[in-house]
């Protein structure tokens, strides 16, 4: 893409990103200096200020965080009145805020908990904001670097959410994460979440045998949701990823829990799940009413990540590709997947999802980033603002 490629040939660009490769210990030390701060989702502040600094270091203008604690900088442009771009990177974690966060290096592979994601992310913020201060780099419209609040588990993409709403349909979105370099999203895969509560009368393993057990009942519901029938295209899934309940291994338990996950890369498929999610839980409840064994069942929706798609050819996704071939990608690849860009992508705004480095072992304690491609991810996040930005 000519945009690209013009960018490419000036000096300063190039200077930028050749800054890149030799400043990289410096980049990784940023790196650390955001995972070594912890930011489970929900408790996001401690991290959330020292970011603010760190844009205000960086030179950005009309720094603020705003009630989420999401944090906000604006890179001018020169052109009044432009439509904005919008660099995103999530500042939460999935780790608790005792997770034991120390770092291990082995050559060019970095451990630690929430290393790539997204510490890599947010630091690519600051490394590219940087950059543009640094090296003079002129664009027509304002670049706004957001680190956003509530991105994992029941975060429900309420930071992305806020972003969104503040900065509207006129704007560019481009979000950051610190793996999947080499990866583009452009469609979103949609997600439901749900807890659902049983209720049941419970007590002694012996004495009360053969009255109701939640867990026993919290098993039926399990086994009848493996069994539910969901289309291979499009992609439709569904997971119960946290069961609890009951009081001890001598006790019928009174109440039990589970915690499902329903996912689709079709909003139709994924109404489908849900419906049949649903209908499970009514049919059970009717059956234990009628068998007048104290028996209540409650589903309530704790997540709503909506699907979304915009085309391959919208200038910011086609930026992102044409940005990977020029810092020497040699694969392009095109995800479905569940980001902060499912907000924008769900409202059909321009929005794509970018990786910085490869990653792996994400969500463990043991995830490692690649430090080999991170100066050239740094590079294609740099030439896509700049692009977006005109």
Avoid at 226 to 252: H, W
């Amino acid at each position: 893409m000519k945009a690209i490629t013009d960018l490419t040939r000036q000096s300063r660009v190039r200077a930028a990103m050749t800054g890149f490769s030799e400043r990289l210990e410096e980049i990784l030390a940023q790196i650390i200096a955001i995972q070594q701060i912890p930011a489970p989702t929900f408790a996001e502040e401690q991290r959330a200020v020292y970011i603010e600094q760190q844009f205000r270091a960086a030179g950005l203008t009309d720094v603020r965080r705003d009630r989420l604690n999401n944090v906000y900088g604006r890179a001018l442009g020169t052109a009044a009145g432009r439509p904005p771009v919008v660099l995103s990177a999530h500042l939460d974690t999935v780790f608790p805020a005792e997770t034991d966060l120390t770092i291990r290096r082995d050559g060019a592979a970095v451990y630690g908990p929430g290393i790539g994601d997204n510490s890599t992310g947010v630091a690519g913020l600051l490394v590219v904001a940087r950059a543009l201060a640094e090296y003079g780099l002129p664009h027509a419209a304002d670049i706004y670097f957001v680190a956003n609040v509530g991105e994992e588990g029941l975060g429900d993409l309420r930071g992305m959410r806020a972003v969104v709403e503040h900065f509207g349909e006129r704007s560019t979105y481009v979000v950051v994460e610190g793996g999947l370099f080499g990866q583009l999203t452009h469609q979103a895969v949609g997600v439901r979440r749900y807890r659902i509560d049983v209720a049941a009368p419970g007590g002694h393993s012996w004495g009360s045998f053969g009255v109701a057990s939640a867990i026993h009942v919290l098993g039926h519901l399990i086994a009848a949701i493996d069994a539910l029938d969901v289309p291979a295209i499009p992609k439709t899934t569904y997971n119960v990823g946290i069961i609890e309940g009951g009081i001890s291994i001598n006790s019928i338990a009174s109440s039990a829990r589970l915690w499902l996950d329903l996912r689709s890369e079709g909003a139709e498929a994924l109404g489908r799940l849900v419906e049949q999610a649903v209908g499970l839980v009514a049919e059970m409840n009717a059956r234990h009413a009628a068998a007048g064994d104290g028996v209540q069942i409650t589903m309530e929706q704790v997540g709503n990540r909506p699907a979304g798609s915009i085309a391959r050819q919208t200038p910011v996704v086609a930026y992102a590709e044409a940005a990977l071939r020029a810092v020497g990608s040699e694969e392009v690849r095109y995800i479905v997947s569940s980001t902060d860009a499912n907000i924008p992508l769900s409202c059909g705004y321009a929005a794509v999802c970018l990786g910085l480095t490869h990653s792996h072992n994400s969500h463990r304690p043991d995830e490692f980033i690649e430090l080999t491609q991170l100066p050239a991810g740094l590079g294609q996040l740099l030439l896509v603002a700049l692009a977006a930005a005109g």
